[in-house]
């Protein structure tokens, strides 16, 4: 995961176009066209690449010996030649290239798989970033950059399209043309071979041309890598993603889930938002293009005619939307300015006869309440008010307001000319009610996700203590009996310690016995024979409402094992409840491997009921409260009981899912697991049949499984310094605030050491880009303080962000003005060097002015190496902590970012 080297794809200041003379190639061609018309201001040179042969023995191919190495070099010749071309433009000082498709290649899939298996090989000992094979290229249009073979002129805009399917992208743009809509960065990742999909994503979230991000794809490989990008990138921009192979999706044997259910719930959690179609698509590029951040989730309905008014206000409605209430103000106003008494609500219908005039003055008044955070309008044809006028007037109305406007024009030829009117006025416009509503609900979605997004579970149980030596007595148990499976009382053992009731009743020798244990579980009861090898056998008599039923049942299933089993004697019965006393529906919960995403937890119907459709939900652990009750959520479960008792299942049962994903955390055997029926009663959870499936240790230890790191609690401590009691723990979202303080603190000298230069303060993207990290790529330690009024003051930070291979990391470090000097740098700053070393980080590296003569003497009693920096006026600072197996590891580059250093 890296965007080393990416600068030379994205802004190269010299660029060459790879072919072979003898195969004159059409891509070429066209990358040589764009190049000129784009309005490049480096060179831009061509390079033949010729086949040699020596003795009429085998083929070598020769590029040009050229004066300056280019920044850039995009590839069209044949797939098979180009891992010689790599290395020679590698050895010439080349650090990116596009591999464009190969129209004549006729490579069977082993030889294409080692052909770019060779690619790979010839870019890494040059650090050459690969994008393709078989890449359409990128464009940049502010930088007049045109790599690519798109057939459109890119206009330059603040959204920026990624996409696999080169078709897809060029249909995007040509529409996005038609609409004036223009783009950041537009590239093609081909087979992504190096440059992948995450990497795109991380250089996308810290550019600063980009204000949101348009991604079509279709898979990816590394879960843990993509979702670390993913929730990077959506931290401060809106991504908006289509994916294919939607349908293609096998579901594993232990799930009742396909890989679109994953990839669904694995969006969601990064923040993003999802769309299903093409069409969903264009408009999804226009809206980036023309919406405004919104506050709220409240709409607003203005039409001119009852009926499509509601038809609009139904499919909000329908689809989780929520309509605004307006104000008594803002209705009297409504009032006066229509001439009317009568009673005035949303949607809001305007008089048949209402003017252009009118039109905005009414939309004026309703942008104007407090209580609507966005407005829809929707015209159909009228003879008092022309399509064109109503647009015109809308327009002006909208233009001064911080709230989004969204226009419906219902009809034919007569509206399209006010669609156009209204698009030039920078308003959302659309032809249906539906279309409208959905891009608002997009939006929305997007709010509610990120309130997902950055939810931090905690590496360790908070909100209870599970009692871990019982929990890994039980699977050790089963380790040393070669068990793959947990026995019953295993299971209970392991649920237990987790607080997780997984009850077995007592076993019943006799008919007479089971009636009396049906009393006192209470009906309807499951019943199911036990062997006497204990064995208890499948399926179950379910559902038994009376002793009748027992009796019946029982006299079936002995008939059905004498006929199995006829020389296995029956000793009894086990019972169960057949339904939970609450009246809640029985559900199947568990934990299986999805391959891409690792560990994944699902909530469904209980078997027995064989239904699969809204209720079925899927989430990546870990979970904490807020993250399992959206799942409770999702799942409708509970939505038949009465609001008190809804809200006391769903309590219970967001419990469960929290303490089912802390065990996955905590015990890394643990590889699957099902409970089906689940009961869930007001009082908590109950595992009536129990299957948990173990490995043995080997694999990734504990949460490393997951797609997503949990807070990592285990590294908070408490220390006294100068007599203060503070808090050193790693930074979490709600620390926005605290560490813009900290900022704030700092002295127009120490800012100058810290960020080389005058900057005192960040904007508020880039505070929430430092405060929500993902702990598996970077970490930051924060000195709390609690007042007596128990507001937190951080006084120190310190970070580090480690290159993708962990052999180096980067770290800067800062403190408030008052207190420096007085070791709170040096106890922040060995803390960090601890985390370091034990993550098997091999090198902490920093950079420092010249002039920072404290920071120099701390580092250098903590062990640090200085020299003079590359940069003039700097101090590199090095500190060794593992020896490295091979020099290899060392070679890994700056973050890219200036990193001064304070204590």
Known sequence: MTVRNLEFLFHPKSIAVVADPDEPSRYAEVVRRNLAAGGFSGQIMSINAKKRSLFGIGAHVHIDKIEVAPDLAI???????????????????????????????????????????????????????????????????????????????????????????????????????????????????????????????????????????????????????????????????????????????????????????????????????????????????????????????????????????????????????????????????????????????????????????????ALAAVLADRDTDAVLTVCSPSPFAPGVEVATAIGEAARNTERNVFSCWVGGNTMIEAQQVAAAHGILSHDSPEKAIAI?????????????????????????????????????????????????????????????DAVEYPLAGSIEAAIRTADEIGYPVDLGLVLANAAEQKPLATGLRSPADIRIAVHELRDKARTRLPDVRISGYRLRPGAARSGAAALHLGVADDPVFGPVIFLAPATATSIRGKDFVVALPPLNRTLAEDLVAGSGFAEDAVDAARDTLEAALSTALVRLSQLLTDIDEVAGVEFDPLLVETSGVVALDVRIRIEKTGRKLGFRRFAIRPYPKELEQRVDWQGRQLLIRPIRPEDETTLGDLLGSLDPEDARMRFFGTMRSLPRSQLARFTQIDYDREMALVAIESGNDGVERSLGEVRTVADPDNAVADFAIVVRSGIKGQGLGRLLLASIIDYSRSRGTLELRGETLAGNLRMQHLAQDLGFTLKTGADMGTVDLRLLLHSPDDSAGTSAGHVGVKRGSRN
């Open 75 to 361: 590839i069209c010749t044949a797939l098979a030649d180009v891992p010689q071309i790599i290395a020679q433009l590698g050895a010439r000082g080349t650090r990116a290239v596009i591999v464009g498709p190969s129209l004549r290649d006729r490579l069977s899939s082993s030889e294409a798989v080692e052909v770019r298996k060779a690619i790979l090989d010839a870019a890494r000992p040059h650090l050459i970033r690969v994008l393709g094979p078989g890449s359409g290229g990128l464009v940049v249009p502010a930088g007049g950059l045109n790599a690519s073979v798109a057939p459109v002129t890119t206009t330059p805009g603040k959204v920026a399209l990624v996409a696999r399917s080169a078709a897809v992208a060029a249909a995007v743009l040509d529409r996005a043309c038609s609409k004036g809509i223009g783009f950041s960065t537009v590239l093609h990742l081909g087979s992504g071979i190096d440059i992948d999909l995450a990497d795109v994503l991380d250089w996308l979230a810290a550019d600063p041309d980009t204000d949101a991000i348009l991604v079509q794809f279709d898979s990816v490989t590394g879960g843990r890598k993509f979702m670390s990008a993913a929730r990077a990138a959506a931290r401060n921009k809106p991504v908006v993603a289509i994916r294919g192979g939607r349908f293609e999706g096998k579901r594993p044997i232990s799930a009742p889930w396909t890989s679109d259910d994953v990839y669904e719930a694995a969006l969601r959690r990064a923040g993003w938002v999802r769309i299903d179609t093409l069409d969903d698509l264009f408009d999804s590029a226009e809206a980036m293009a023309r919406v405004r951040p919104m506050r709220g989730e409240r709409l607003c309905i203005l039409g001119n005619g009852h009926g499509l008014a509601r038809i609009a206000a139904d499919a909000l409605l329908r689809s989780g939307g929520r309509l605004a209430t307006l104000s008594k103000d803002c209705v009297k106003q409504l009032k006066e300015l229509l001439r009317t008494d009568s009673q005035l609500g949303n949607p809001l219908v305007l008089p048949a006869d209402v003017t252009p005039a009118n039109w905005a003055a």
């Open 440 to 500: 608002f609900l997009g939006i929305v979605n997007y709010r509610r996700n990120r309130d997902l997004l950055i939810e931090t579970p905690p590496s360790v149980a908070e909100d209870f203590t599970p009692d871990l030596v019982a929990a890994r007595s039980a699977i050790a148990e089963a380790i040393e009996q070669g068990e793959e499976i947990l026995s019953a009382r295993q299971g209970r053992r392991l649920l237990q310690a987790y607080g997780i």
